[in-house]
């Protein structure tokens, strides 16, 4: 390989953290005007994982961060990559403090906002620095503490929402070798900006000078429109990383789309004609974890065995913003990866 001719992104190791409160339907069904029943058939979600008080974005991204290197078999990066909706403060980003606390200093870091398009958005940007020399190994973690933007008293997204980290290292190397990310796909609508939006808090609302109504620091959604959208948009941008990645429906093992809500994931794979067989699934158990969820979901995967070397995936998410994308990979040859860590979740001290 000369120069960077030729460079691909390659995943090394992947990792995952959950924080170890559960909360099940029937919990926010005593507080909530709505029922254990409604949840899980319109969402196919059964319980999450919620922080303590005190836990938020980092402590998270830093334990799925930490897991990701540990499976990788090296600790060194060239630069961190954070996607989140939840930033620990509105400046600065959350990846310089991610770095330092696992002991990376001096790397290059940043955070991505694409709310649940997070994860896709990151990759891309990682396979970016990669392909371009600019680093040889980055740290890309999803991780969200979805919670704390949660308004406890709407039923519309408390029911959804929920907590956790997922992280991959990727390395630089070859598009034909196991691990290798294929063509990235991404796209955006901000005339559908409000469909999803915390409306306090940013410039545009302070600009203003008048004080904010308390429940527009809240994240908001307009459920049955995103839904629409999130169909269609998503399963165009999987059609679109297939073709440019020369791949057909069928060629796809494992189908990993961002845990939106089982019926979407559903009504997208349908569109692909993917069978159950071969789609992925976890939101049963953790909800819609926004940036978190593909990795989650891929760490998984991988620790229960249903992923092996040079098995081609799909991934592919839609979000806020309105964004969305989708790429391919293949999977790599990996050491043994560990469950989701849960109990070592901790804020440092002070
Ligand atoms: N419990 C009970 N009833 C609820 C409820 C809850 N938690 N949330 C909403 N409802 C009610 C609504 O008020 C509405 O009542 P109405 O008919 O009297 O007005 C009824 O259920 C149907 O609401 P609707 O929003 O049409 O339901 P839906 O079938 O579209 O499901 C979502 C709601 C939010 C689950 C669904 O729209 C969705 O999944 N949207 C996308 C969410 C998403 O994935 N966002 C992230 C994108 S990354």
Redesign the pocket.
Known sequence: MSGTAGRAAVIAGVGSCLPPRVVGNEELARR????DE??RS??GIARRHLVDPGTATAALAVEAGASALKSAGRADVDSVIVATTTPERLCPATAPQVAARLGLAGVAAHDVSA???GFLYGLATAAGQIATGLADRVLLVGAEAFSTIVNPAD???????ADGAGAVVLRAGTADEPGAVGPCVLGSDGDLSDL?TIPAGGSGHRSRGVPAHPDDHYFQ?Q??D??RH?VERTTEAALAALARAGWRCEDVDRFVP?Q??A??CAAIAERLDIGSDRQASNIERVG?T?AASIPLLLADEAAAGRLASGDRVLLA????GLTWGATTLTWPELAAVAAPATAAVREPAG
């Open positions: 909530l005007d709505t029922s409604w949840i319109r969402t709310v649940c398009t039923r519309t997204t408390a029911v959804i929402f999803i959604m459920g049955r995103v839904y999130a961002h939106a809500n019926r979407i819609n926004a998410a839609f979000g806020g």
